[in-house]
């Protein structure tokens, strides 16, 4: 065990040192010139505005074309993410409201967790609508810079989340003669027609 901690100490410390030898390469994060805004796509920085849907955007550079992309992806849907969190503390205010529960309830916690696993599971269910690199020229190397839009239906988000109050019997008494599960099942029929379409 000893031999083996430090053999991986030793690797540690090699790459370490190797990544200190001086090796340079483009700089990724080069200063926007004029160029660099003439290429911005205009659904960048107009996101369109759809009921019922979440749209995040985001950019990346790398040396790599395919990394670029990634890259931009994952910010999306981590901004994606804070915002579906953000969502799910609103409804959990409202849920507190309109049950007359307070935070400190068993329900509560037992509804915001129930809420926040749905959000984790579904948050997937964003797709990347509109996707662009441009290869950026410099004296160190080239770089690609990848903007990416992504889109979410909420009304997915809003069924999964509906089955499984649906599903738990304490959740559906507690909400049913709430405002909050009516809205959500106006949001789930309207997503049903969409996907009808």
């Known amino acids: 065990m000893k031999n083996i901690i430090i053999y991986t100490a030793t690797i ?18 080069p200063e926007p010139d004029r160029n660099t ?21 985001s950019v990346a550079t790398s040396r790599d074309y395919q990394t670029s992309i990634s890259k931009a992806t994952v910010d999306a849907r981590k901004q994606l993410a804070e915002t579906l969190d953000s969502e799910v503390k609103g409804v959990t205010d409202r849920v507190i409201e309109e049950t007359g529960l307070g935070t400190d309830s068993e329900f509560t916690d037992h509804f915001t967790n129930t809420a926040e696993i749905i959000v984790a599971s579904t948050i ?28 979410y239906d909420q009304g997915y988000q809003q ?5 499984a109050i649906k599903a738990d019997k304490v959740l559906y008494d507690k909400l049913r003669a709430t405002e909050l599960l009516g809205e959500m099942e106006e949001k789930v029929e309207a997503y049903r027609k969409r996907k009808a379409q």
């Open 12 to 29: 540690l410390m090699s790459l370490s040192l190797w990544n200190c030898t001086g090796r340079t390469g483009p700089n990724l994060t």
């Open 37 to 57: 805004f003439k290429k911005t796509p205009a659904w960048f920085n107009v996101k369109p505005n759809k009921d019922g849907y979440i749209y995040t955007t």
């Open 124 to 151: 997937q269910g964003a797709e990347v609508t509109n996707q662009e690199t441009v290869e950026v020229k410099s004296d160190d190397g080239d770089i690609f810079r990848s903007w990416i839009l992504l889109e």
């Open 159 to 163: 069924k999964k989340l509906l089955d």
